[in-house]
């Protein structure tokens, strides 16, 4: 049997594609450009998506593994091509305005890239799982060493779920620990060599994913709708769910925790089969595909599934919660400010995958065919900050 190589976050090699496409586009154009769509308009919520002129610009990348992707403050966001080992950057047009990084041992070189991690003083850094470290960038490119893990996190790479830089020597640090015999998810602030303890939820037991070619996926899938550690932050503030209710807590033990009297749903094997489900491993030329049917009979399922889809944190710590919906209705987006208490519920808005701006951010689309594109859209005039005088 073959046996599929462990990436970021416990992934396996073959499988890191995919886990990656849950957070940006790969499928692609040869200039690096982006295709154009006709107008969508504003949504019921009020999201205007017409960013860029009178048309929504879907980003379809092309020729590129991504594993990561983050803003760069400028109206620019860089994405991760982990098989090329280089770092692309966009501009909000679609086009590629710069790429670098290259394969090798030495500065400014990756062995094997496996996160991107956008740092607060212009820099970026990505997580090697080869060299041990976090080779940093500058924003245009510039190769300014590199970072050993151990001085950032307690874990390997492989155990490695998250990175943010959230201050001057403090970084949030989302990891998989051990304690005796049960495993957990764990949410921590690094400063220097201290480790302080946030949030933590057990993490489900695995097995080996076996697909039908007997490649063995080792690190293998939580049961669906096992609830995971949920987080996001912005410089100076997070928010966090590890529940299956509607818990979301703020940043520090002080601060409200925003709640809302929803129940979870029953779990049933309709509703898991409509999860991204199987995939496909590549065995020389010819792909190995994992059904939907399989892979679920393999995971197994919760009981229960989290209210809670995602959450991300917007520039000025507005916090906005992707609640479950059943399928083929819209899941409510609702948004609280700093201190959790409730601005607005979204009946039928996109999620950001991450903000530009205060008042501008990137969603994803993923379409039957697994096809995924990015959207860059105008947060609602409700949700936007006063201006600043």
């Not at 490119?141 to 151990?150: A, E, R």
């Not at 410089?235 to 818990?247: I, K, M, N, S, W």
């Not at 039928?348 to 959207?375: K, Q």
Request: proline letters at 6%.
């Amino acid at each position: 049997m073959r046996r599929a190589r462990k990436g970021f976050a416990g992934l396996p090699t073959a499988a890191l594609l995919w886990a990656a496409c849950q957070l940006v586009a790969s499928a692609c154009r040869p200039d690096g450009r982006v295709r154009e769509a006709g107008s969508h308009g504003a949504d019921s919520s009020g999201s205007d998506k017409r960013l860029l002129g009178d048309e929504d610009v879907d980003f379809v990348l092309e020729r590129l593994d991504v594993g990561g992707a983050v803003p760069l403050g400028s109206g620019e966001f860089a994405l991760l091509d982990y098989r090329g080992k280089q770092i692309v950057v966009f501009d909000t047009s679609g086009a590629m305005v710069r790429r670098f990084g290259r394969g090798g041992g030495g500065p400014g070189e990756l062995l094997f890239p496996q996160g991107l991690v956008r740092m607060l003083d212009d820099r970026i850094g990505v997580v090697d799982g080869r060299k041990l470290a976090l080779v940093v960038f500058s924003y245009s490119g510039v190769p300014m060493g590199q970072l050993p893990l151990d001085t950032l996190v307690d874990v390997s790479p492989t155990r490695l779920l998250g990175l943010r830089h959230v201050g001057p020597g403090r970084w949030l640090v989302a990891e998989r620990i051990s304690v005796g015999s049960q495993t957990y998810e764990r949410l921590s602030l690094r400063e220097g060599r201290r480790s302080i303890g946030i949030d933590s939820t057990q993490a489900a037991t695995v097995k080996p994913t076996v697909y039908p070619c007997n490649v063995i996926v080792e690190s293998g899938e939580a049961p669906v709708f096992w609830p995971t550690l949920r987080w996001d932050a912005a410089p100076g503030f997070h928010a966090r769910t590890t529940r299956v209710e509607y818990q979301v807590a703020l940043q520090g033990a002080d601060r409200h925790v925003a709640g809302l009297p929803i129940q979870p749903r029953e779990a049933d094997r309709v509703a898991a089969l409509r999860e991204r489900l199987g995939g496909t491993v590549q065995v020389g030329t010819i792909g190995c595909r994992l059904s939907r049917e399989s892979a679920l009979e393999q995971r197994s399922m919760a009981s229960r599934i989290p209210v809670v889809r995602s959450l991300r944190v917007s520039p000025q710590h507005q916090v906005w919660v992707q609640r479950d919906a059943p399928h083929g209705t819209a899941r409510p987006i609702d948004v609280f400010d700093a201190s959790g208490h409730k601005i607005a519920t979204m009946a039928d808005a996109p999620m950001p995958l991450f903000f530009l701006t205060d008042t501008t951010f990137v969603s994803m689309e993923i379409g039957a065919d697994s096809g995924v594109a990015l959207w860059l859209h105008r947060v609602p005039s409700l949700l936007n900050p006063p201006l600043k005088r």
